[in-house]
Nanobody, 125 residues
C-alpha cells in the first residue's frame, strides 16, 4: 500500500508562486514507479499536469509547460510541483498519484494505483 499526503496549497494572486509537496508513506521499496500530479477544477474533468519516474524521466502538460516544474527527493520520498506565474485558470484541487512497478511518464489517470486526498489552489486577485 502507498499512502500519499499532499500539502502546500493555498490562495495566491495571479503571477504568484506555490510549491506543492506529496509525501509518500510506503514501507515497500519499488525499483520502478511513476508518480504524477493531476488537477481538477470545479465542473471540469481531472487533468494530468506532470509526471516523473523512478529514473527521473519527466513529462509536463503543454498547458503548464514553462511555468510548472516537477521534481522528487528520493531520500524523503517526496514529490514536488513548483508552480510559477500562476493564473486564475490554475485554480483547482491538485492531486498526486502513484503507479507501482511501471516507470512511464503517463498522464492518463486510469493507470495510477494510489491517490492522495488533494490540496486546493486558488489563484485570484
Amino acid at each position: 500500500q502507498v499512502q500519499l499526503v499532499e500539502s502546500g496549497g493555498g490562495s495566491v494572486q495571479p503571477g504568484g508562486s506555490l510549491r506543492l509537496a506529496c509525501e509518500q508513506r510506503r514501507q515497500r521499496t519499488y525499483p520502478y514507479y511513476s508518480i504524477a500530479w493531476f488537477r481538477q477544477a470545479p465542473g471540469k474533468e481531472r487533468q494530468g499536469i506532470a509526471a516523473i519516474t523512478s529514473s527521473g524521466q519527466t513529462a509536463v502538460a503543454d498547458s503548464v509547460k514553462g511555468r510548472f516544474t516537477i521534481s522528487q527527493d528520493n531520500a524523503k520520498k517526496t514529490l514536488y510541483l513548483e508552480m510559477n506565474s500562476l493564473k486564475p485558470d490554475d485554480t483547482a484541487t491538485y492531486y498526486c498519484a502513484f503507479r507501482a512497478n511501471v516507470a512511464s511518464v503517463n498522464l492518463d489517470e486510469s493507470v495510477y494505483n494510489f491517490w492522495g486526498q488533494g490540496t486546493q489552489v486558488i489563484v485570484s486577485s
